[in-house]
Structure formats: structure tokens, C-alpha cells
């Protein structure tokens, strides 16, 4: 499995961003895709989990950010809306295996990050 992660950036708060995630090799039968951020300082942040019919978010990014996926592509897609500076950090996604709670220690599959950043 390989992924790639793209379409970061630097926004203005309130702004928007759609991230992309470039997959190959993911079956989504047998995994789950999750995003994950992390910014300068912090520890690595679950930001949602994407496994079968279910999608899962963190608490800080619920009702802003929006997942989803084009079979036919291979492509992950984070839509962000209404950016805080707050989300400014590295966005990677990663398959393996993840759940409602986020955490990353089932994801063995990464991608490399692509940076996003809110200006305040």
C-alpha cells in the first residue's frame, strides 16, 4: 500500500482547503484510512478514521472537516472548511486499522505529510 498526501497550503482563516490522498494498493474492503496532523511541538493528532460504511472525526475538526473518496481514482479526499489557525500542521494519511477513538497505532501504512497553514 501507498499513499500520497497533497494539496496543502496557506489559507486565511475561514478559508478552505481540499487535502488529497493518493492511494494505491488500498483496499478499502480490508483497511481504513485515516488523516492525521501534526504541528510543530505537538504529538500527532487522530483527525478521523474512514473504515467501511463509517467515518469518524476529532472532536476539534467535527463539523468542519468532511471525508471522502473516489473508488475509481484511488483518491482520499479532506475537505476543510472554516480554518482556524489552530489546524496549522502537517496533514498525513495512513491505512491499517483505526477506529472511532483515532488512534494511529493500528495505521501501518503512511504517506508523506503535506503541510497546511492558517494565517490568523
Known amino acids: 500500500v501507498q499513499l500520497q498526501a497533497s494539496g496543502g497550503g496557506l489559507v486565511q482563516a475561514g478559508g478552505s482547503l481540499r487535502l488529497s490522498c493518493a492511494t494505491s494498493?488500498?483496499?478499502?474492503?480490508?483497511?481504513?484510512l485515516g488523516w492525521y496532523r501534526q504541528a510543530p511541538g505537538k504529538e500527532r493528532e487522530g483527525i478521523s478514521c474512514?473504515?467501511?460504511?463509517?467515518?469518524y472525526y476529532a472532536d476539534s475538526v467535527k463539523g468542519r472537516f468532511t471525508v471522502s473518496g473516489d473508488n475509481a481514482k484511488n483518491m482520499v479526499y479532506l475537505q476543510m472548511n472554516s480554518l482556524k489557525p489552530e489546524d496549522t500542521a502537517v496533514y498525513y494519511c495512513?491505512?491499517?486499522?483505526?477506529?472511532?477513538?483515532?488512534?494511529?497505532?493500528?495505521?501501518?501504512?503512511w504517506g508523506k505529510g503535506t503541510q497546511v497553514t492558517v494565517s490568523s
Open positions: 494498493g488500498f483496499d478499502p474492503d480490508y483497511y481504513a
Open positions: 495512513a491505512a491499517g486499522y483505526c477506529s472511532e477513538n483515532l488512534g494511529a497505532y493500528g495505521m501501518h501504512y
Open positions: 474512514m473504515r467501511g460504511r463509517n467515518t
